[in-house]
């Protein structure tokens, strides 16, 4: 699976930055994540790609998710006893886990509103990454 060349361009920029090769696995893990954004564990981006790319170990799928965490083009996004998962929504957001289905909604966060979460450390606090996960049950 190949990358709009928007995608690409960003996807060869984010991994040259941190010294890591465009591999063709890693562009066809993140192309994966980018065509279907429903938070995917690793377990089901190996199932994906093997689809397309029979040869692909789940090592590898490992591998490369690692990568592209590591450059900034997916987070991991982790609850509570489950696997982790994985979003390549590179906006501010928090996520929410329908107890029911099983999915997990991207939930948009203002800046106004991210601003005021992360006023709300005492100065001698420096947050580096913040995390925000509802659980319930979507209508
Ligand atoms: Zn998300």
Redesign the pocket.
């Known amino acids: 699976m190949k990358l709009s060349s928007k995608y690409k361009y960003l996807f060869e920029e984010a991994l040259e930055k941190c010294s890591l090769r465009p591999t063709k696995q890693r562009e066809h893990i993140f192309s994966l994540i980018l065509q279907k954004k429903d ?1 995917p564990t690793a377990d089901e981006i190996f199932k994906r790609s093997r689809a397309s790319m029979p040869s692909i170990s789940l090592a590898t799928v490992y591998n490369c998710l690692e990568s592209l965490v590591e450059s900034g083009l997916i987070r991991q ?1 982790n609850f509570e006893r489950e696997s982790t998962r994985y ?1 390549p ?1 590179l906006k501010p ?1 928090a ?1 929410f886990l329908c107890k029911k289905s099983g999915e997990v909604y ?1 939930i948009e966060l203002s800046k106004p509103l991210l601003d005021q979460i992360t006023n709300a450390l005492p100065s001698e606090f420096i947050a580096e990454h913040i995390e925000i996960n509802f659980n319930g049950l979507k209508n």
Do not use: E, R, W
């Open positions: 938070h996004v979003c929504n957001h996520h991207d």
